[in-house]
């Protein structure tokens, strides 16, 4: 017999907030510990476009991960994440002005401060890769941090046809910013994309280049250690380190990438090493993945990173 005075909030019904979550779009208001906030931006992309849809995408992926109360229990670790303690909201997205790509990083910016100085963390939804630039470039009144990338791509490129802010360049527009202080990029192993010497100015710069297979030869826990040491950080998620048979929609696949559990026991590491000031899920693009496992599989790491953060707060 059904119990008609409980919601079930089941993940087919309802508004598909990120992971069920309240909204609150008016940034003013905000009162929370974890934001999440979309930047469906895609006109920086030099293949496939698409992850303009990347935001609504994790959110309805999210929705499986988005009931019950008190917290989510990962029988794994025999631990409860995200306690009621915590407060998420969704934040909606980013206005964007079609054509304008200034316009729409400069709206990303106004929106990363308003996040930052009401104190909550922002979680960021892409977008192509060339949405983090405005995002890190938007948090320079908390003090230095440490990027961790992950990434099949360098993404270390100055300029390609005159244009500085293209989705290959994310990675050398950050290590330009005064309160980077440090850089480790994971999963890199794609061509076509870099030059050998975007690669050398990356390792002149200080970053620490890790492939897939430089990770698997280390392991997890030899990895982290390799880390560049800091008492912040900042990652950002490219869709495209995930192996391509793990996350195929995306718009540049890469073979050879990480598996769920790679970048889970990853992130893991970084939440322990430091601070995590922020960070994004970029490069998810919909529709080239009909059974919409890209879109879970981004919204479960997401969910898992976010635990393992406010997990080390709780400490
Ligand atoms: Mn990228």
């Known amino acids: 017999m059904s119990n008609q005075n409980v919601s079930l909030n089941l993940p087919f019904t309802g508004i598909a907030s990120f992971s069920k979550w309240d909204i609150c779009t008016n940034l003013d208001q905000l009162d929370a510990d974890v934001a999440v906030i979309g930047v469906p931006f895609d006109q920086s992309t030099q293949y496939r476009s698409g992850t303009r849809f990347g935001p609504r995408g994790i959110r309805d992926g999210s929705t499986i991960y988005g009931f019950g109360i008190g917290g989510t229990y990962d029988p794994e670790r025999d631990v409860v994440f995200m306690g009621d303690q915590w407060k998420f909201v969704d934040c909606g997205d980013v206005d964007m002005i079609h054509g304008d790509q200034g316009q729409c990083h400069e709206n990303t910016r106004k929106v990363i401060r308003k996040i930052i100085s009401r104190g909550a963390l922002p979680v960021v939804l892409g977008g192509d890769h060339s949405v983090t630039i405005p995002v890190v470039e938007a948090m320079d009144d908390i003090g230095e941090f440490t990027v961790i990338q992950f990434d099949a791509h360098l993404d270390f490129v100055d300029v390609r046809g005159g244009n500085r802010y293209g989705h290959g360049s994310p990675m050398r527009r950050l290590s330009e910013c005064k309160h980077v202080n440090g850089m480790a990029q994971l999963g890199i192993r794609g061509i076509g994309s870099s030059k050998k010497s975007d690669f050398e100015e ?86 080239y993945d009909l059974s919409g496992v890209t879109n879970q599989t981004a919204a479960r790491l997401i969910l898992d990173f976010a635990g393992f953060i406010l997990k080390e707060r709780e400490k």
């Open 202 to 287: 990356a390792r002149k710069y200080g970053s620490k280049i890790f492939s897939v297979r430089d990770v698997r030869r280390l392991g997890i826990k030899e990895t982290i250690n390799q880390l560049p040491k800091s008492k912040q950080y900042y990652v950002t998620i490219d869709c495209d380190a995930l192996d391509p048979s793990v996350a195929p929609g995306n718009g540049s696949p890469s073979p050879g990438g990480f598996d769920y559990y790679e970048m889970q026991e990853l992130l893991e590491g970084i939440a322990r090493l430091g601070k995590v000031v922020g960070f994004d899920f970029t490069e998810v693009a919909p529709m």
